[in-house]
């Protein structure tokens, strides 16, 4: 399985966390969740942070049967409109970066 991750890296303009975090559920996850082959998309929203780390105030996940199910994902309709709703997103409520990290998971029998 492959688990493609998009971190959030920045700030939730201030007085706005509420108003993004309803953003980012209406508008977009349901269009995350259109892409083609995804098993499972989740997001996670989270307010602690380490010293020193950078802050990520959401992470996006989604996850993949394998690399050719994401290629496919990355290659359709679905991604235009995905961005374009993350992209309103950022611009009214954010103040920062997405930062994607693909890892992927093999399963091996015992």
């Known amino acids: 399985m492959i688990t493609r ?8 303009k201030d007085g706005q966390t509420e108003a993004f975090r309803a953003a980012v559920l209406d508008f977009i996850l349901p269009k995350w969740k259109a892409f083609p082959g995804a098993l499972d998309v989740r997001v996670s929203f989270t307010d602690a942070r ?5 802050e990520i105030p959401m992470i996006l996940a989604i996850n993949y049967p394998d690399l050719p199910s994401v290629e496919a994902a990355l290659a359709s309709p679905a991604r235009a409109a995905a961005k ?20 992927q998971a093999n399963e091996f029998p015992l």
């Open 5 to 12: 991750y998009a971190l959030f890296e920045g700030k939730v």
């Open 50 to 54: 380490d010293d020193g780390a950078p």
């Open 84 to 103: 374009a709703a993350t992209e309103q997103v950022m611009a009214r409520f954010f103040d920062g970066r997405i930062h994607h990290h693909v890892t």
